[in-house]
């Protein structure tokens, strides 16, 4: 029985496959395939990469649901800013819309009065027709020589003249209810103007 191993190899030229007596190792011969002059060497083992595939495989996999985690992660911080500035933008538009603007400050309540709205009311029994309102004094102190002058508007509200009325002294927190004669025939309404007292 023979003992000869037999190696195997290829052709350095053509790649072909070879089979030769071990002990031949490193002579040279023809190639069978190409006819050329190659020298028998053992050929070398396929080469197996250091990392296996599926671990390349799966390391992708993982880099990938990464990347997909944090590019959601991303559209939804910046949807949650988009949010908040359009809030941001809303309450400042709210705040900022101009309000009813305050009311000019009453002369006569900074004077120390409160005074009604005045109505034209005629006489009984007579063609006579007065302006007629209160006016209160809201100070402490008793007021002196109180003159009332009353505007008297058409039907347009144009002016159309003045009444007025006088009072010799108003007492501290007293109401004073003033009755003006109005000459004006055309007079529809009337509105306090001024009031003045003595000093």
């Known amino acids: 029985m023979s003992s000869t191993k037999f190696l ?5 030229h053509c790649g072909g496959h ?3 007596p071990a002990e031949s190792t490193g002579m ?3 190639c069978p395939h190409c006819g050329q002059t190659t020298e028998l060497l053992l050929a070398a083992p396929p080469q197996e990469p250091t ?6 495989v799966f390391t992708i996999i993982a880099i990938l649901i990464l990347v997909g985690g944090l590019v959601g992660g991303l559209i939804a911080v910046n949807r949650l800013q988009r949010e908040a500035q359009q809030r941001r933008a809303a309450s400042t538009a709210a705040t ?3 309000s009813t603007p305050p009311k000019p400050a009453d002369p006569f309540a900074q004077a120390g009065f409160r005074v009604s709205t005045v109505t034209l009311e005629k006489a009984p029994g007579s063609s006579l027709v007065y302006a007629v309102g209160t ?3 809201e100070t402490d102190r008793r007021r002196f020589g109180v003159k009332v002058e009353i505007e008297l508007l058409d039907a347009a509200g144009s002016k159309v003249g003045t009444a007025s009325d006088y009072q010799q ?3 501290a927190k007293a109401e004073w209810s003033f009755k003006a004669l109005v000459l004006e025939a055309k007079a529809a309404s009337g509105k306090i103007a001024s009031i003045k007292e003595d000093q």
């Open 8 to 12: 195997q190899g290829n052709c350095q």
């Open 18 to 20: 070879l089979e030769f």
């Open 28 to 30: 040279t011969t023809d």
């Open 51 to 56: 990392v296996p595939v599926k671990t390349i």
């Open 96 to 98: 900022s819309e101009p």
């Open 135 to 137: 006016i209160r004094n």
């Open 169 to 171: 002294a108003l007492e």
